[in-house]
């Protein structure tokens, strides 16, 4: 039985969770920001950092008592070191190297990219075992910072098959969510506006880009731009107006709706062909975006492949995930040294930027 202390503050949740042999969920520990950063419609890298510095204590002991441990009950810790916010990112690799030089125990650092992925590794179900995985199988990792198909042709074993040539997938809910002004953070915003609205109300333009398994979300983001400026209640935009401004009430619902399904569109037409050519085994789907439920739906219903997504509370970043995944690698003897680093634009794959 294998215990490790996984620590993730990559970006603004400060999370500590308690993984066993790389499944099991014995505590899951995740302290939102998303209150304090909502005022800045967005997350504020310094006020982020800050906060974690004074969550992480208490965060960690709460993950080592919901789990029922202490400190021998560990056998390893592990943290993100990389992608995310440089001075977020600090506060967690410092965190887990004090602690396991203190308790003379592996370090252990992970990719968040890579966490993303293992949250399908996960038993949420508390079924007692591993899920069982089959490989090939291809990731849609769609988060705030990135939109990338995966080919996971074994554990650590991955190649990029495309990836955002621009916005990534969640950056642009984000975007648009501030644009129509329906709150924060955008993704979940954009979701809520878009049930009462018409997904067929504006035909937005869905980059294909040539039928590689690149995504561009630019284009979308202008042409939704183009629509709500011709209304007179985005003045907060600072853009030029159109002079064509019809002066009513701007349709919020079914341009939220229309845009989610261009994004949703997208993102499954090109995992749906990479699925096919690759011919895969599974299709599994990470990252904060793979919380949206009709991208969920429409990937279950128009793959032939399983599709397989963690819940909801694992797509969003947690620590958990960074278990997961900090325990393969510690299978494979791929422990950190005390070197160790942030580095802020960590690729999932070495020299693939
Ligand atoms: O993976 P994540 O928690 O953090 C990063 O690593 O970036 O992803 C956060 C992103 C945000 O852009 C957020 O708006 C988006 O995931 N998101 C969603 C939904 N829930 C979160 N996007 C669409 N629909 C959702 N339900
Ligand atoms: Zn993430």
Not at 85 to 110: C, D, T, W
Not at 158 to 165: P, S
Not at 228 to 248: C, E, I, M
Not at 347 to 353: E, F, H, I, Q, Y
């Amino acid at each position: 039985m294998t215990k490790i202390l996984a620590i993730e503050t990559s970006c603004d949740e400060t999370a500590a969770a308690i993984i066993e042999d790389g499944y099991k969920i014995c505590s899951n520990v995740v302290a939102s920001q998303i209150d304090i950063h909502r005022r800045y419609g967005g997350v504020f890298p310094e006020v982020a950092s800050r906060q974690h510095i004074l969550a992480i204590g208490t965060v960690i002991q709460d993950a080592l008592v919901q789990a029922e441990t202490d400190w021998d009950g560990l056998d390893a810790v592990a943290v993100t070191y990389g992608p995310g916010l440089a001075g977020s990112l600090l506060v967690g690799v410092n965190a887990a190297k004090g602690i396991a030089l203190a308790r003379n125990l592996p370090l252990i650092g992970v990719n968040h990219l890579e966490g993303h992925l293992y949250s399908n590794w996960l038993d949420h179900k508390h079924s007692g075992h591993p899920p069982r995985k089959k490989f090939p199988a291809l990731c849609l990792l769609v988060s705030g910072g990135h939109t990338e198909l995966v080919l996971i042709r074994h554990h650590g074993n991955y190649e990029i098959l495309g990836r955002t040539i621009d916005d990534a997938a969640g950056e642009a809910f984000d975007k648009i969510a501030r644009l129509l002004d329906v709150g924060f953070p955008g993704g979940p915003a954009i979701e809520q506006a878009a049930k009462d609205g018409n997904p067929n109300a504006y035909n937005f333009p869905q980059a294909r880009l040539g039928g590689s398994y690149d995504f561009s979300f630019s284009g979308l983001k202008t042409a939704v731009l183009r629509v709500a400026q011709k209304y007179s209640n985005v003045d907060k935009l600072h853009t030029p107006a159109d002079p064509r401004r019809s002066g009513s009430k701007m349709p919020v619902a079914d341009i939220a709706a229309s845009f989610q399904t261009a994004v949703v569109d997208v993102l499954v037409s090109k995992t749906k062909a990479a699925a096919e050519e690759h011919n895969v085994k599974e299709v599994l789907l990470a990252g904060g975006v793979s919380a949206n439920s009709l991208l969920r739906n429409k990937m279950m219903s128009s793959l032939s492949q399983p599709v397989l997504a963690p819940p909801i509370w694992l797509c969003t970043d947690n620590a958990a995930m960074i278990g997961a995944a900090a325990y393969w690698r510690l299978q494979a003897g791929q422990t950190s040294g005390w070197e160790l680093d942030v580095v802020a634009n960590l690729p999932l794959v070495a020299n693939s930027n």
